[in-house]
């Protein structure tokens, strides 16, 4: 059975992508802080038939991050998949933007993805399978106001992930980035757009990269702008 170890699954995108792969017979390993939004996820899960298991850590924190990652790997071993779903945002200009909002931004979005590869990788490169899902955004690619911390967040995101693509060539490991627009989720509002698609929309596809898509795809960054 199919392992994927995903991150975000408390709301949003990261929930619906938890009940998409539950409802495809995948393991789950949900890593995050727990909290009411994560429990109702649980029972969400469990009305599908499936019980996925907590490793839980602030993603803003390495140390925690790192212990989550070495729990999984003890508790249920290599995952043949990773989602990196989770993401913050604070709104502000950059006049006001604290050192400390910029990296905590940078900390969840890029800081912690990093690390959770990091403690997976040498397993999944030993086996010689693997499949690294990065939720990156539209704002990888451009500019808001506003949303300066964020939008570096996920423009380093896009580069890492097309960097570690690189150094997966012929390994039978793929690393691939997801990048939606306007998502109808608690992150967009505040934003001045209007939604143009659902988090179901963006399960499918990131169900898609970490269980079915060819190992051609690596590298690839898969915009989706919506209908």
Not at 62 to 75: C, D, F, G, P
Not at 100 to 110: G, S, T
Not at 111 to 129: C, D, H, I, N, Y
Not at 167 to 188: F, H, K, R
Request: with cysteine.
């Amino acid at each position: 059975m199919t392992l994927v170890a995903l991150t975000g699954a408390s709301r949003g995108i990261g929930r619906a992508t938890a009940i998409a792969l539950a409802r495809r017979g995948a393991t789950l390993a949900l890593i995050g802080r727990e909290s009411a939004e994560l429990a109702e996820t649980r029972r969400e899960l469990a009305r599908v038939g499936t019980s996925a298991p907590t490793f839980h850590a602030d993603l803003a924190d390495t140390e925690q991050t790192v212990a989550a990652a070495q729990r999984v790997l003890a508790s249920l071993g290599t995952p043949d998949a990773v989602i990196h779903s989770a993401g913050v945002i604070e709104r502000a200009r950059v006049a006001d933007t604290s050192p400390a909002a910029f990296e905590r931004q940078l900390a969840v979005n890029l800081t912690a993805p990093f690390v959770l590869t990091r403690e997976w990788l040498p397993k999944m490169l030993e086996r010689g399978s693997g499949r690294l899902v990065f939720v990156g955004s539209i704002s990888s690619t451009l500019g808001s106001p506003g949303a300066a911390a964020y939008c570096a967040s996920k423009w380093g995101l896009v580069g890492f992930a097309k960097s570690l693509a690189e150094e997966l060539t012929d390994t039978g490991l793929m690393a691939v980035s997801v990048l939606p627009g306007s998502v109808d989720t608690d992150m967009l509002k505040g934003s001045g757009f209007a939604p143009r698609m659902t988090p179901a929309d963006v399960a499918s596809t990131l169900t898609h990269y970490a269980l079915d898509a060819p190992l051609a795809h690596n590298g690839g960054v898969i915009e989706m702008f919506g209908v």
